[in-house]
């Protein structure tokens, strides 16, 4: 993701995420009704050149739903309470 300030007078910041596959089978099991929120995490605080450094971090958390029963991969479950959490969009993690 990218974090810039906007020049309005709220004086806010937009964050904006981009698709970085084609395509990409996610980690994590078929649902709906998930929960997708963005964070900014600073990193690090040069005191001498007042540089700052953050990571942008993007997390998918629990849902409804899952495999069919007829999958194999059907565990029977309905609700998710897993989170999974990229600073890229490619490499996620529970």
């Not at 906007?6 to 937009?14: E, H, I, L, Q, V």
């Not at 890229?88 to 993690?93: I, S």
Request: proline share 5%.
């Amino acid at each position: 993701g990218t974090l810039r300030k906007t020049p309005n007078a709220g004086g806010g910041y937009k964050m904006t995420w981009e698709r970085k596959m084609a395509y990409l089978e996610p980690p994590w099991s078929p649902r709906a009704g998930l929960c997708v929120v963005s964070q900014l995490r600073r990193n690090t605080m040069n005191s001498d050149t007042q540089v700052t450094n953050y990571t942008d971090y993007m997390y998918v958390i629990g849902g409804f739903g899952g495999f069919p029963r007829e999958d194999a991969r059907h565990d029977g479950e309905r609700t998710r309470s897993d989170v999974w959490i990229t600073a890229d969009g490619k490499h996620w993690n529970e």
